[in-house]
């Protein structure tokens, strides 16, 4: 059977996407080796950047097998009269960032090593430890939750050792006794008039509800309208968040790094009212998806999504 992945718009053959993490490994690594900067810090920075140009119109799509994005007079230096500058002496004396780093003589913006490695050379200046590394990404993004997004993917990678982690689960097991539609946009009148940003799965009380995604529990808690619920982000700056839960898996906290099919809480009712509310609705999942784009974060129709992730489930269960 033939295996494709979509990036983007552009459906990948799966062979050659192993390859591109490959190759992105093998870089990720050498910086490691140059640097002392391990190389999951430089694997996140790398993915946050590649997930950001991927949401944006304002900056152009990645072209090479890394995503971290320089604009050409923050290369070349500001007051530099030659945006073309490939000289890293001419670059170095305009203050730019651009640098070898595959040590051709150029400093070249379209070359994958040279760019990687010259956000790496702009870390270096604050040290290669947890703490200075965080300073050195706030100085560099201006936003404490870009930051935060690219420590999260960085203690992700570093939990699994390897990048290669876009697979998915449903969030319920697919055999279970559950039903649901797309109800994304639809009205909610609870709580003031709003918009439904999530599908509904109908099910009943107490199913197991699990992580759909390799990620990072970012919330876990309550409010009125979602009652028991959880986030989590995944590497590719999207957050899912499930709702109404009956309660969460006893282990479960913020920060912890999770995987598609970990239980996380079960099914429940819960919300739509001050802490303990529950029972105001049929047991039901909420499951939401946000994407956060560098700037700002979004709801978007999790239906699709929801959809393919129950078919994979089952093809899986026969393979077995």
Known sequence: MIV???????????????EVYAQRMTLYKKVEAVTNIPWYYIAA????????????????????????YFKPEEWVGILNPNLEDQNPTSIKFFNGIGYDGNGDGKADLHNDEDVIQAFAQYLL???VDHDNIKIGLWDYYKRDKAVGLIIDKSKIYKHFGRIDLEGHAFPVPYKSNHSYKNTWGDARGWGGRRIHEGTDIFADYGVPVRATCFGIVEMKGWNRYGGWRVGIRDINNNYHYF???????????????VEPG????????????PP?????????????????????????????????????????????
Do not use: C
């Open 4 to 18: 494709f992945l979509v990036l983007g718009s552009v459906p990948v053959h799966a062979e050659d996407q192993n």
């Open 276 to 320: 303990g509310t529950s029972g105001k609705f049929p047991p039901h999942l909420h499951y939401g998806m946000y994407k956060d784009n560098g700037f700002t974060e979004w709801s978007y129709d999790p239906y699709p999504h929801l959809r393919l992730w129950e078919r994979q489930d089952r093809q899986k269960a026969r393979k077995k």
């Open 125 to 127: 200046k604050y040290g």
């Open 45 to 68: 920075i790398d993915q946050y950047e590649r997930n950001v140009r991927s949401a944006r119109k304002d900056i152009p799509k990645a072209e090479g097998i890394t995503g971290i």
């Open 243 to 257: 709702a109404h839960l009956s309660g969460f898996e006893k282990n479960l906290k913020v920060g912890q790094v």
């Open 262 to 273: 970990m239980l996380i809480g079960g099914v429940g009712s819960s919300g739509y009212g």
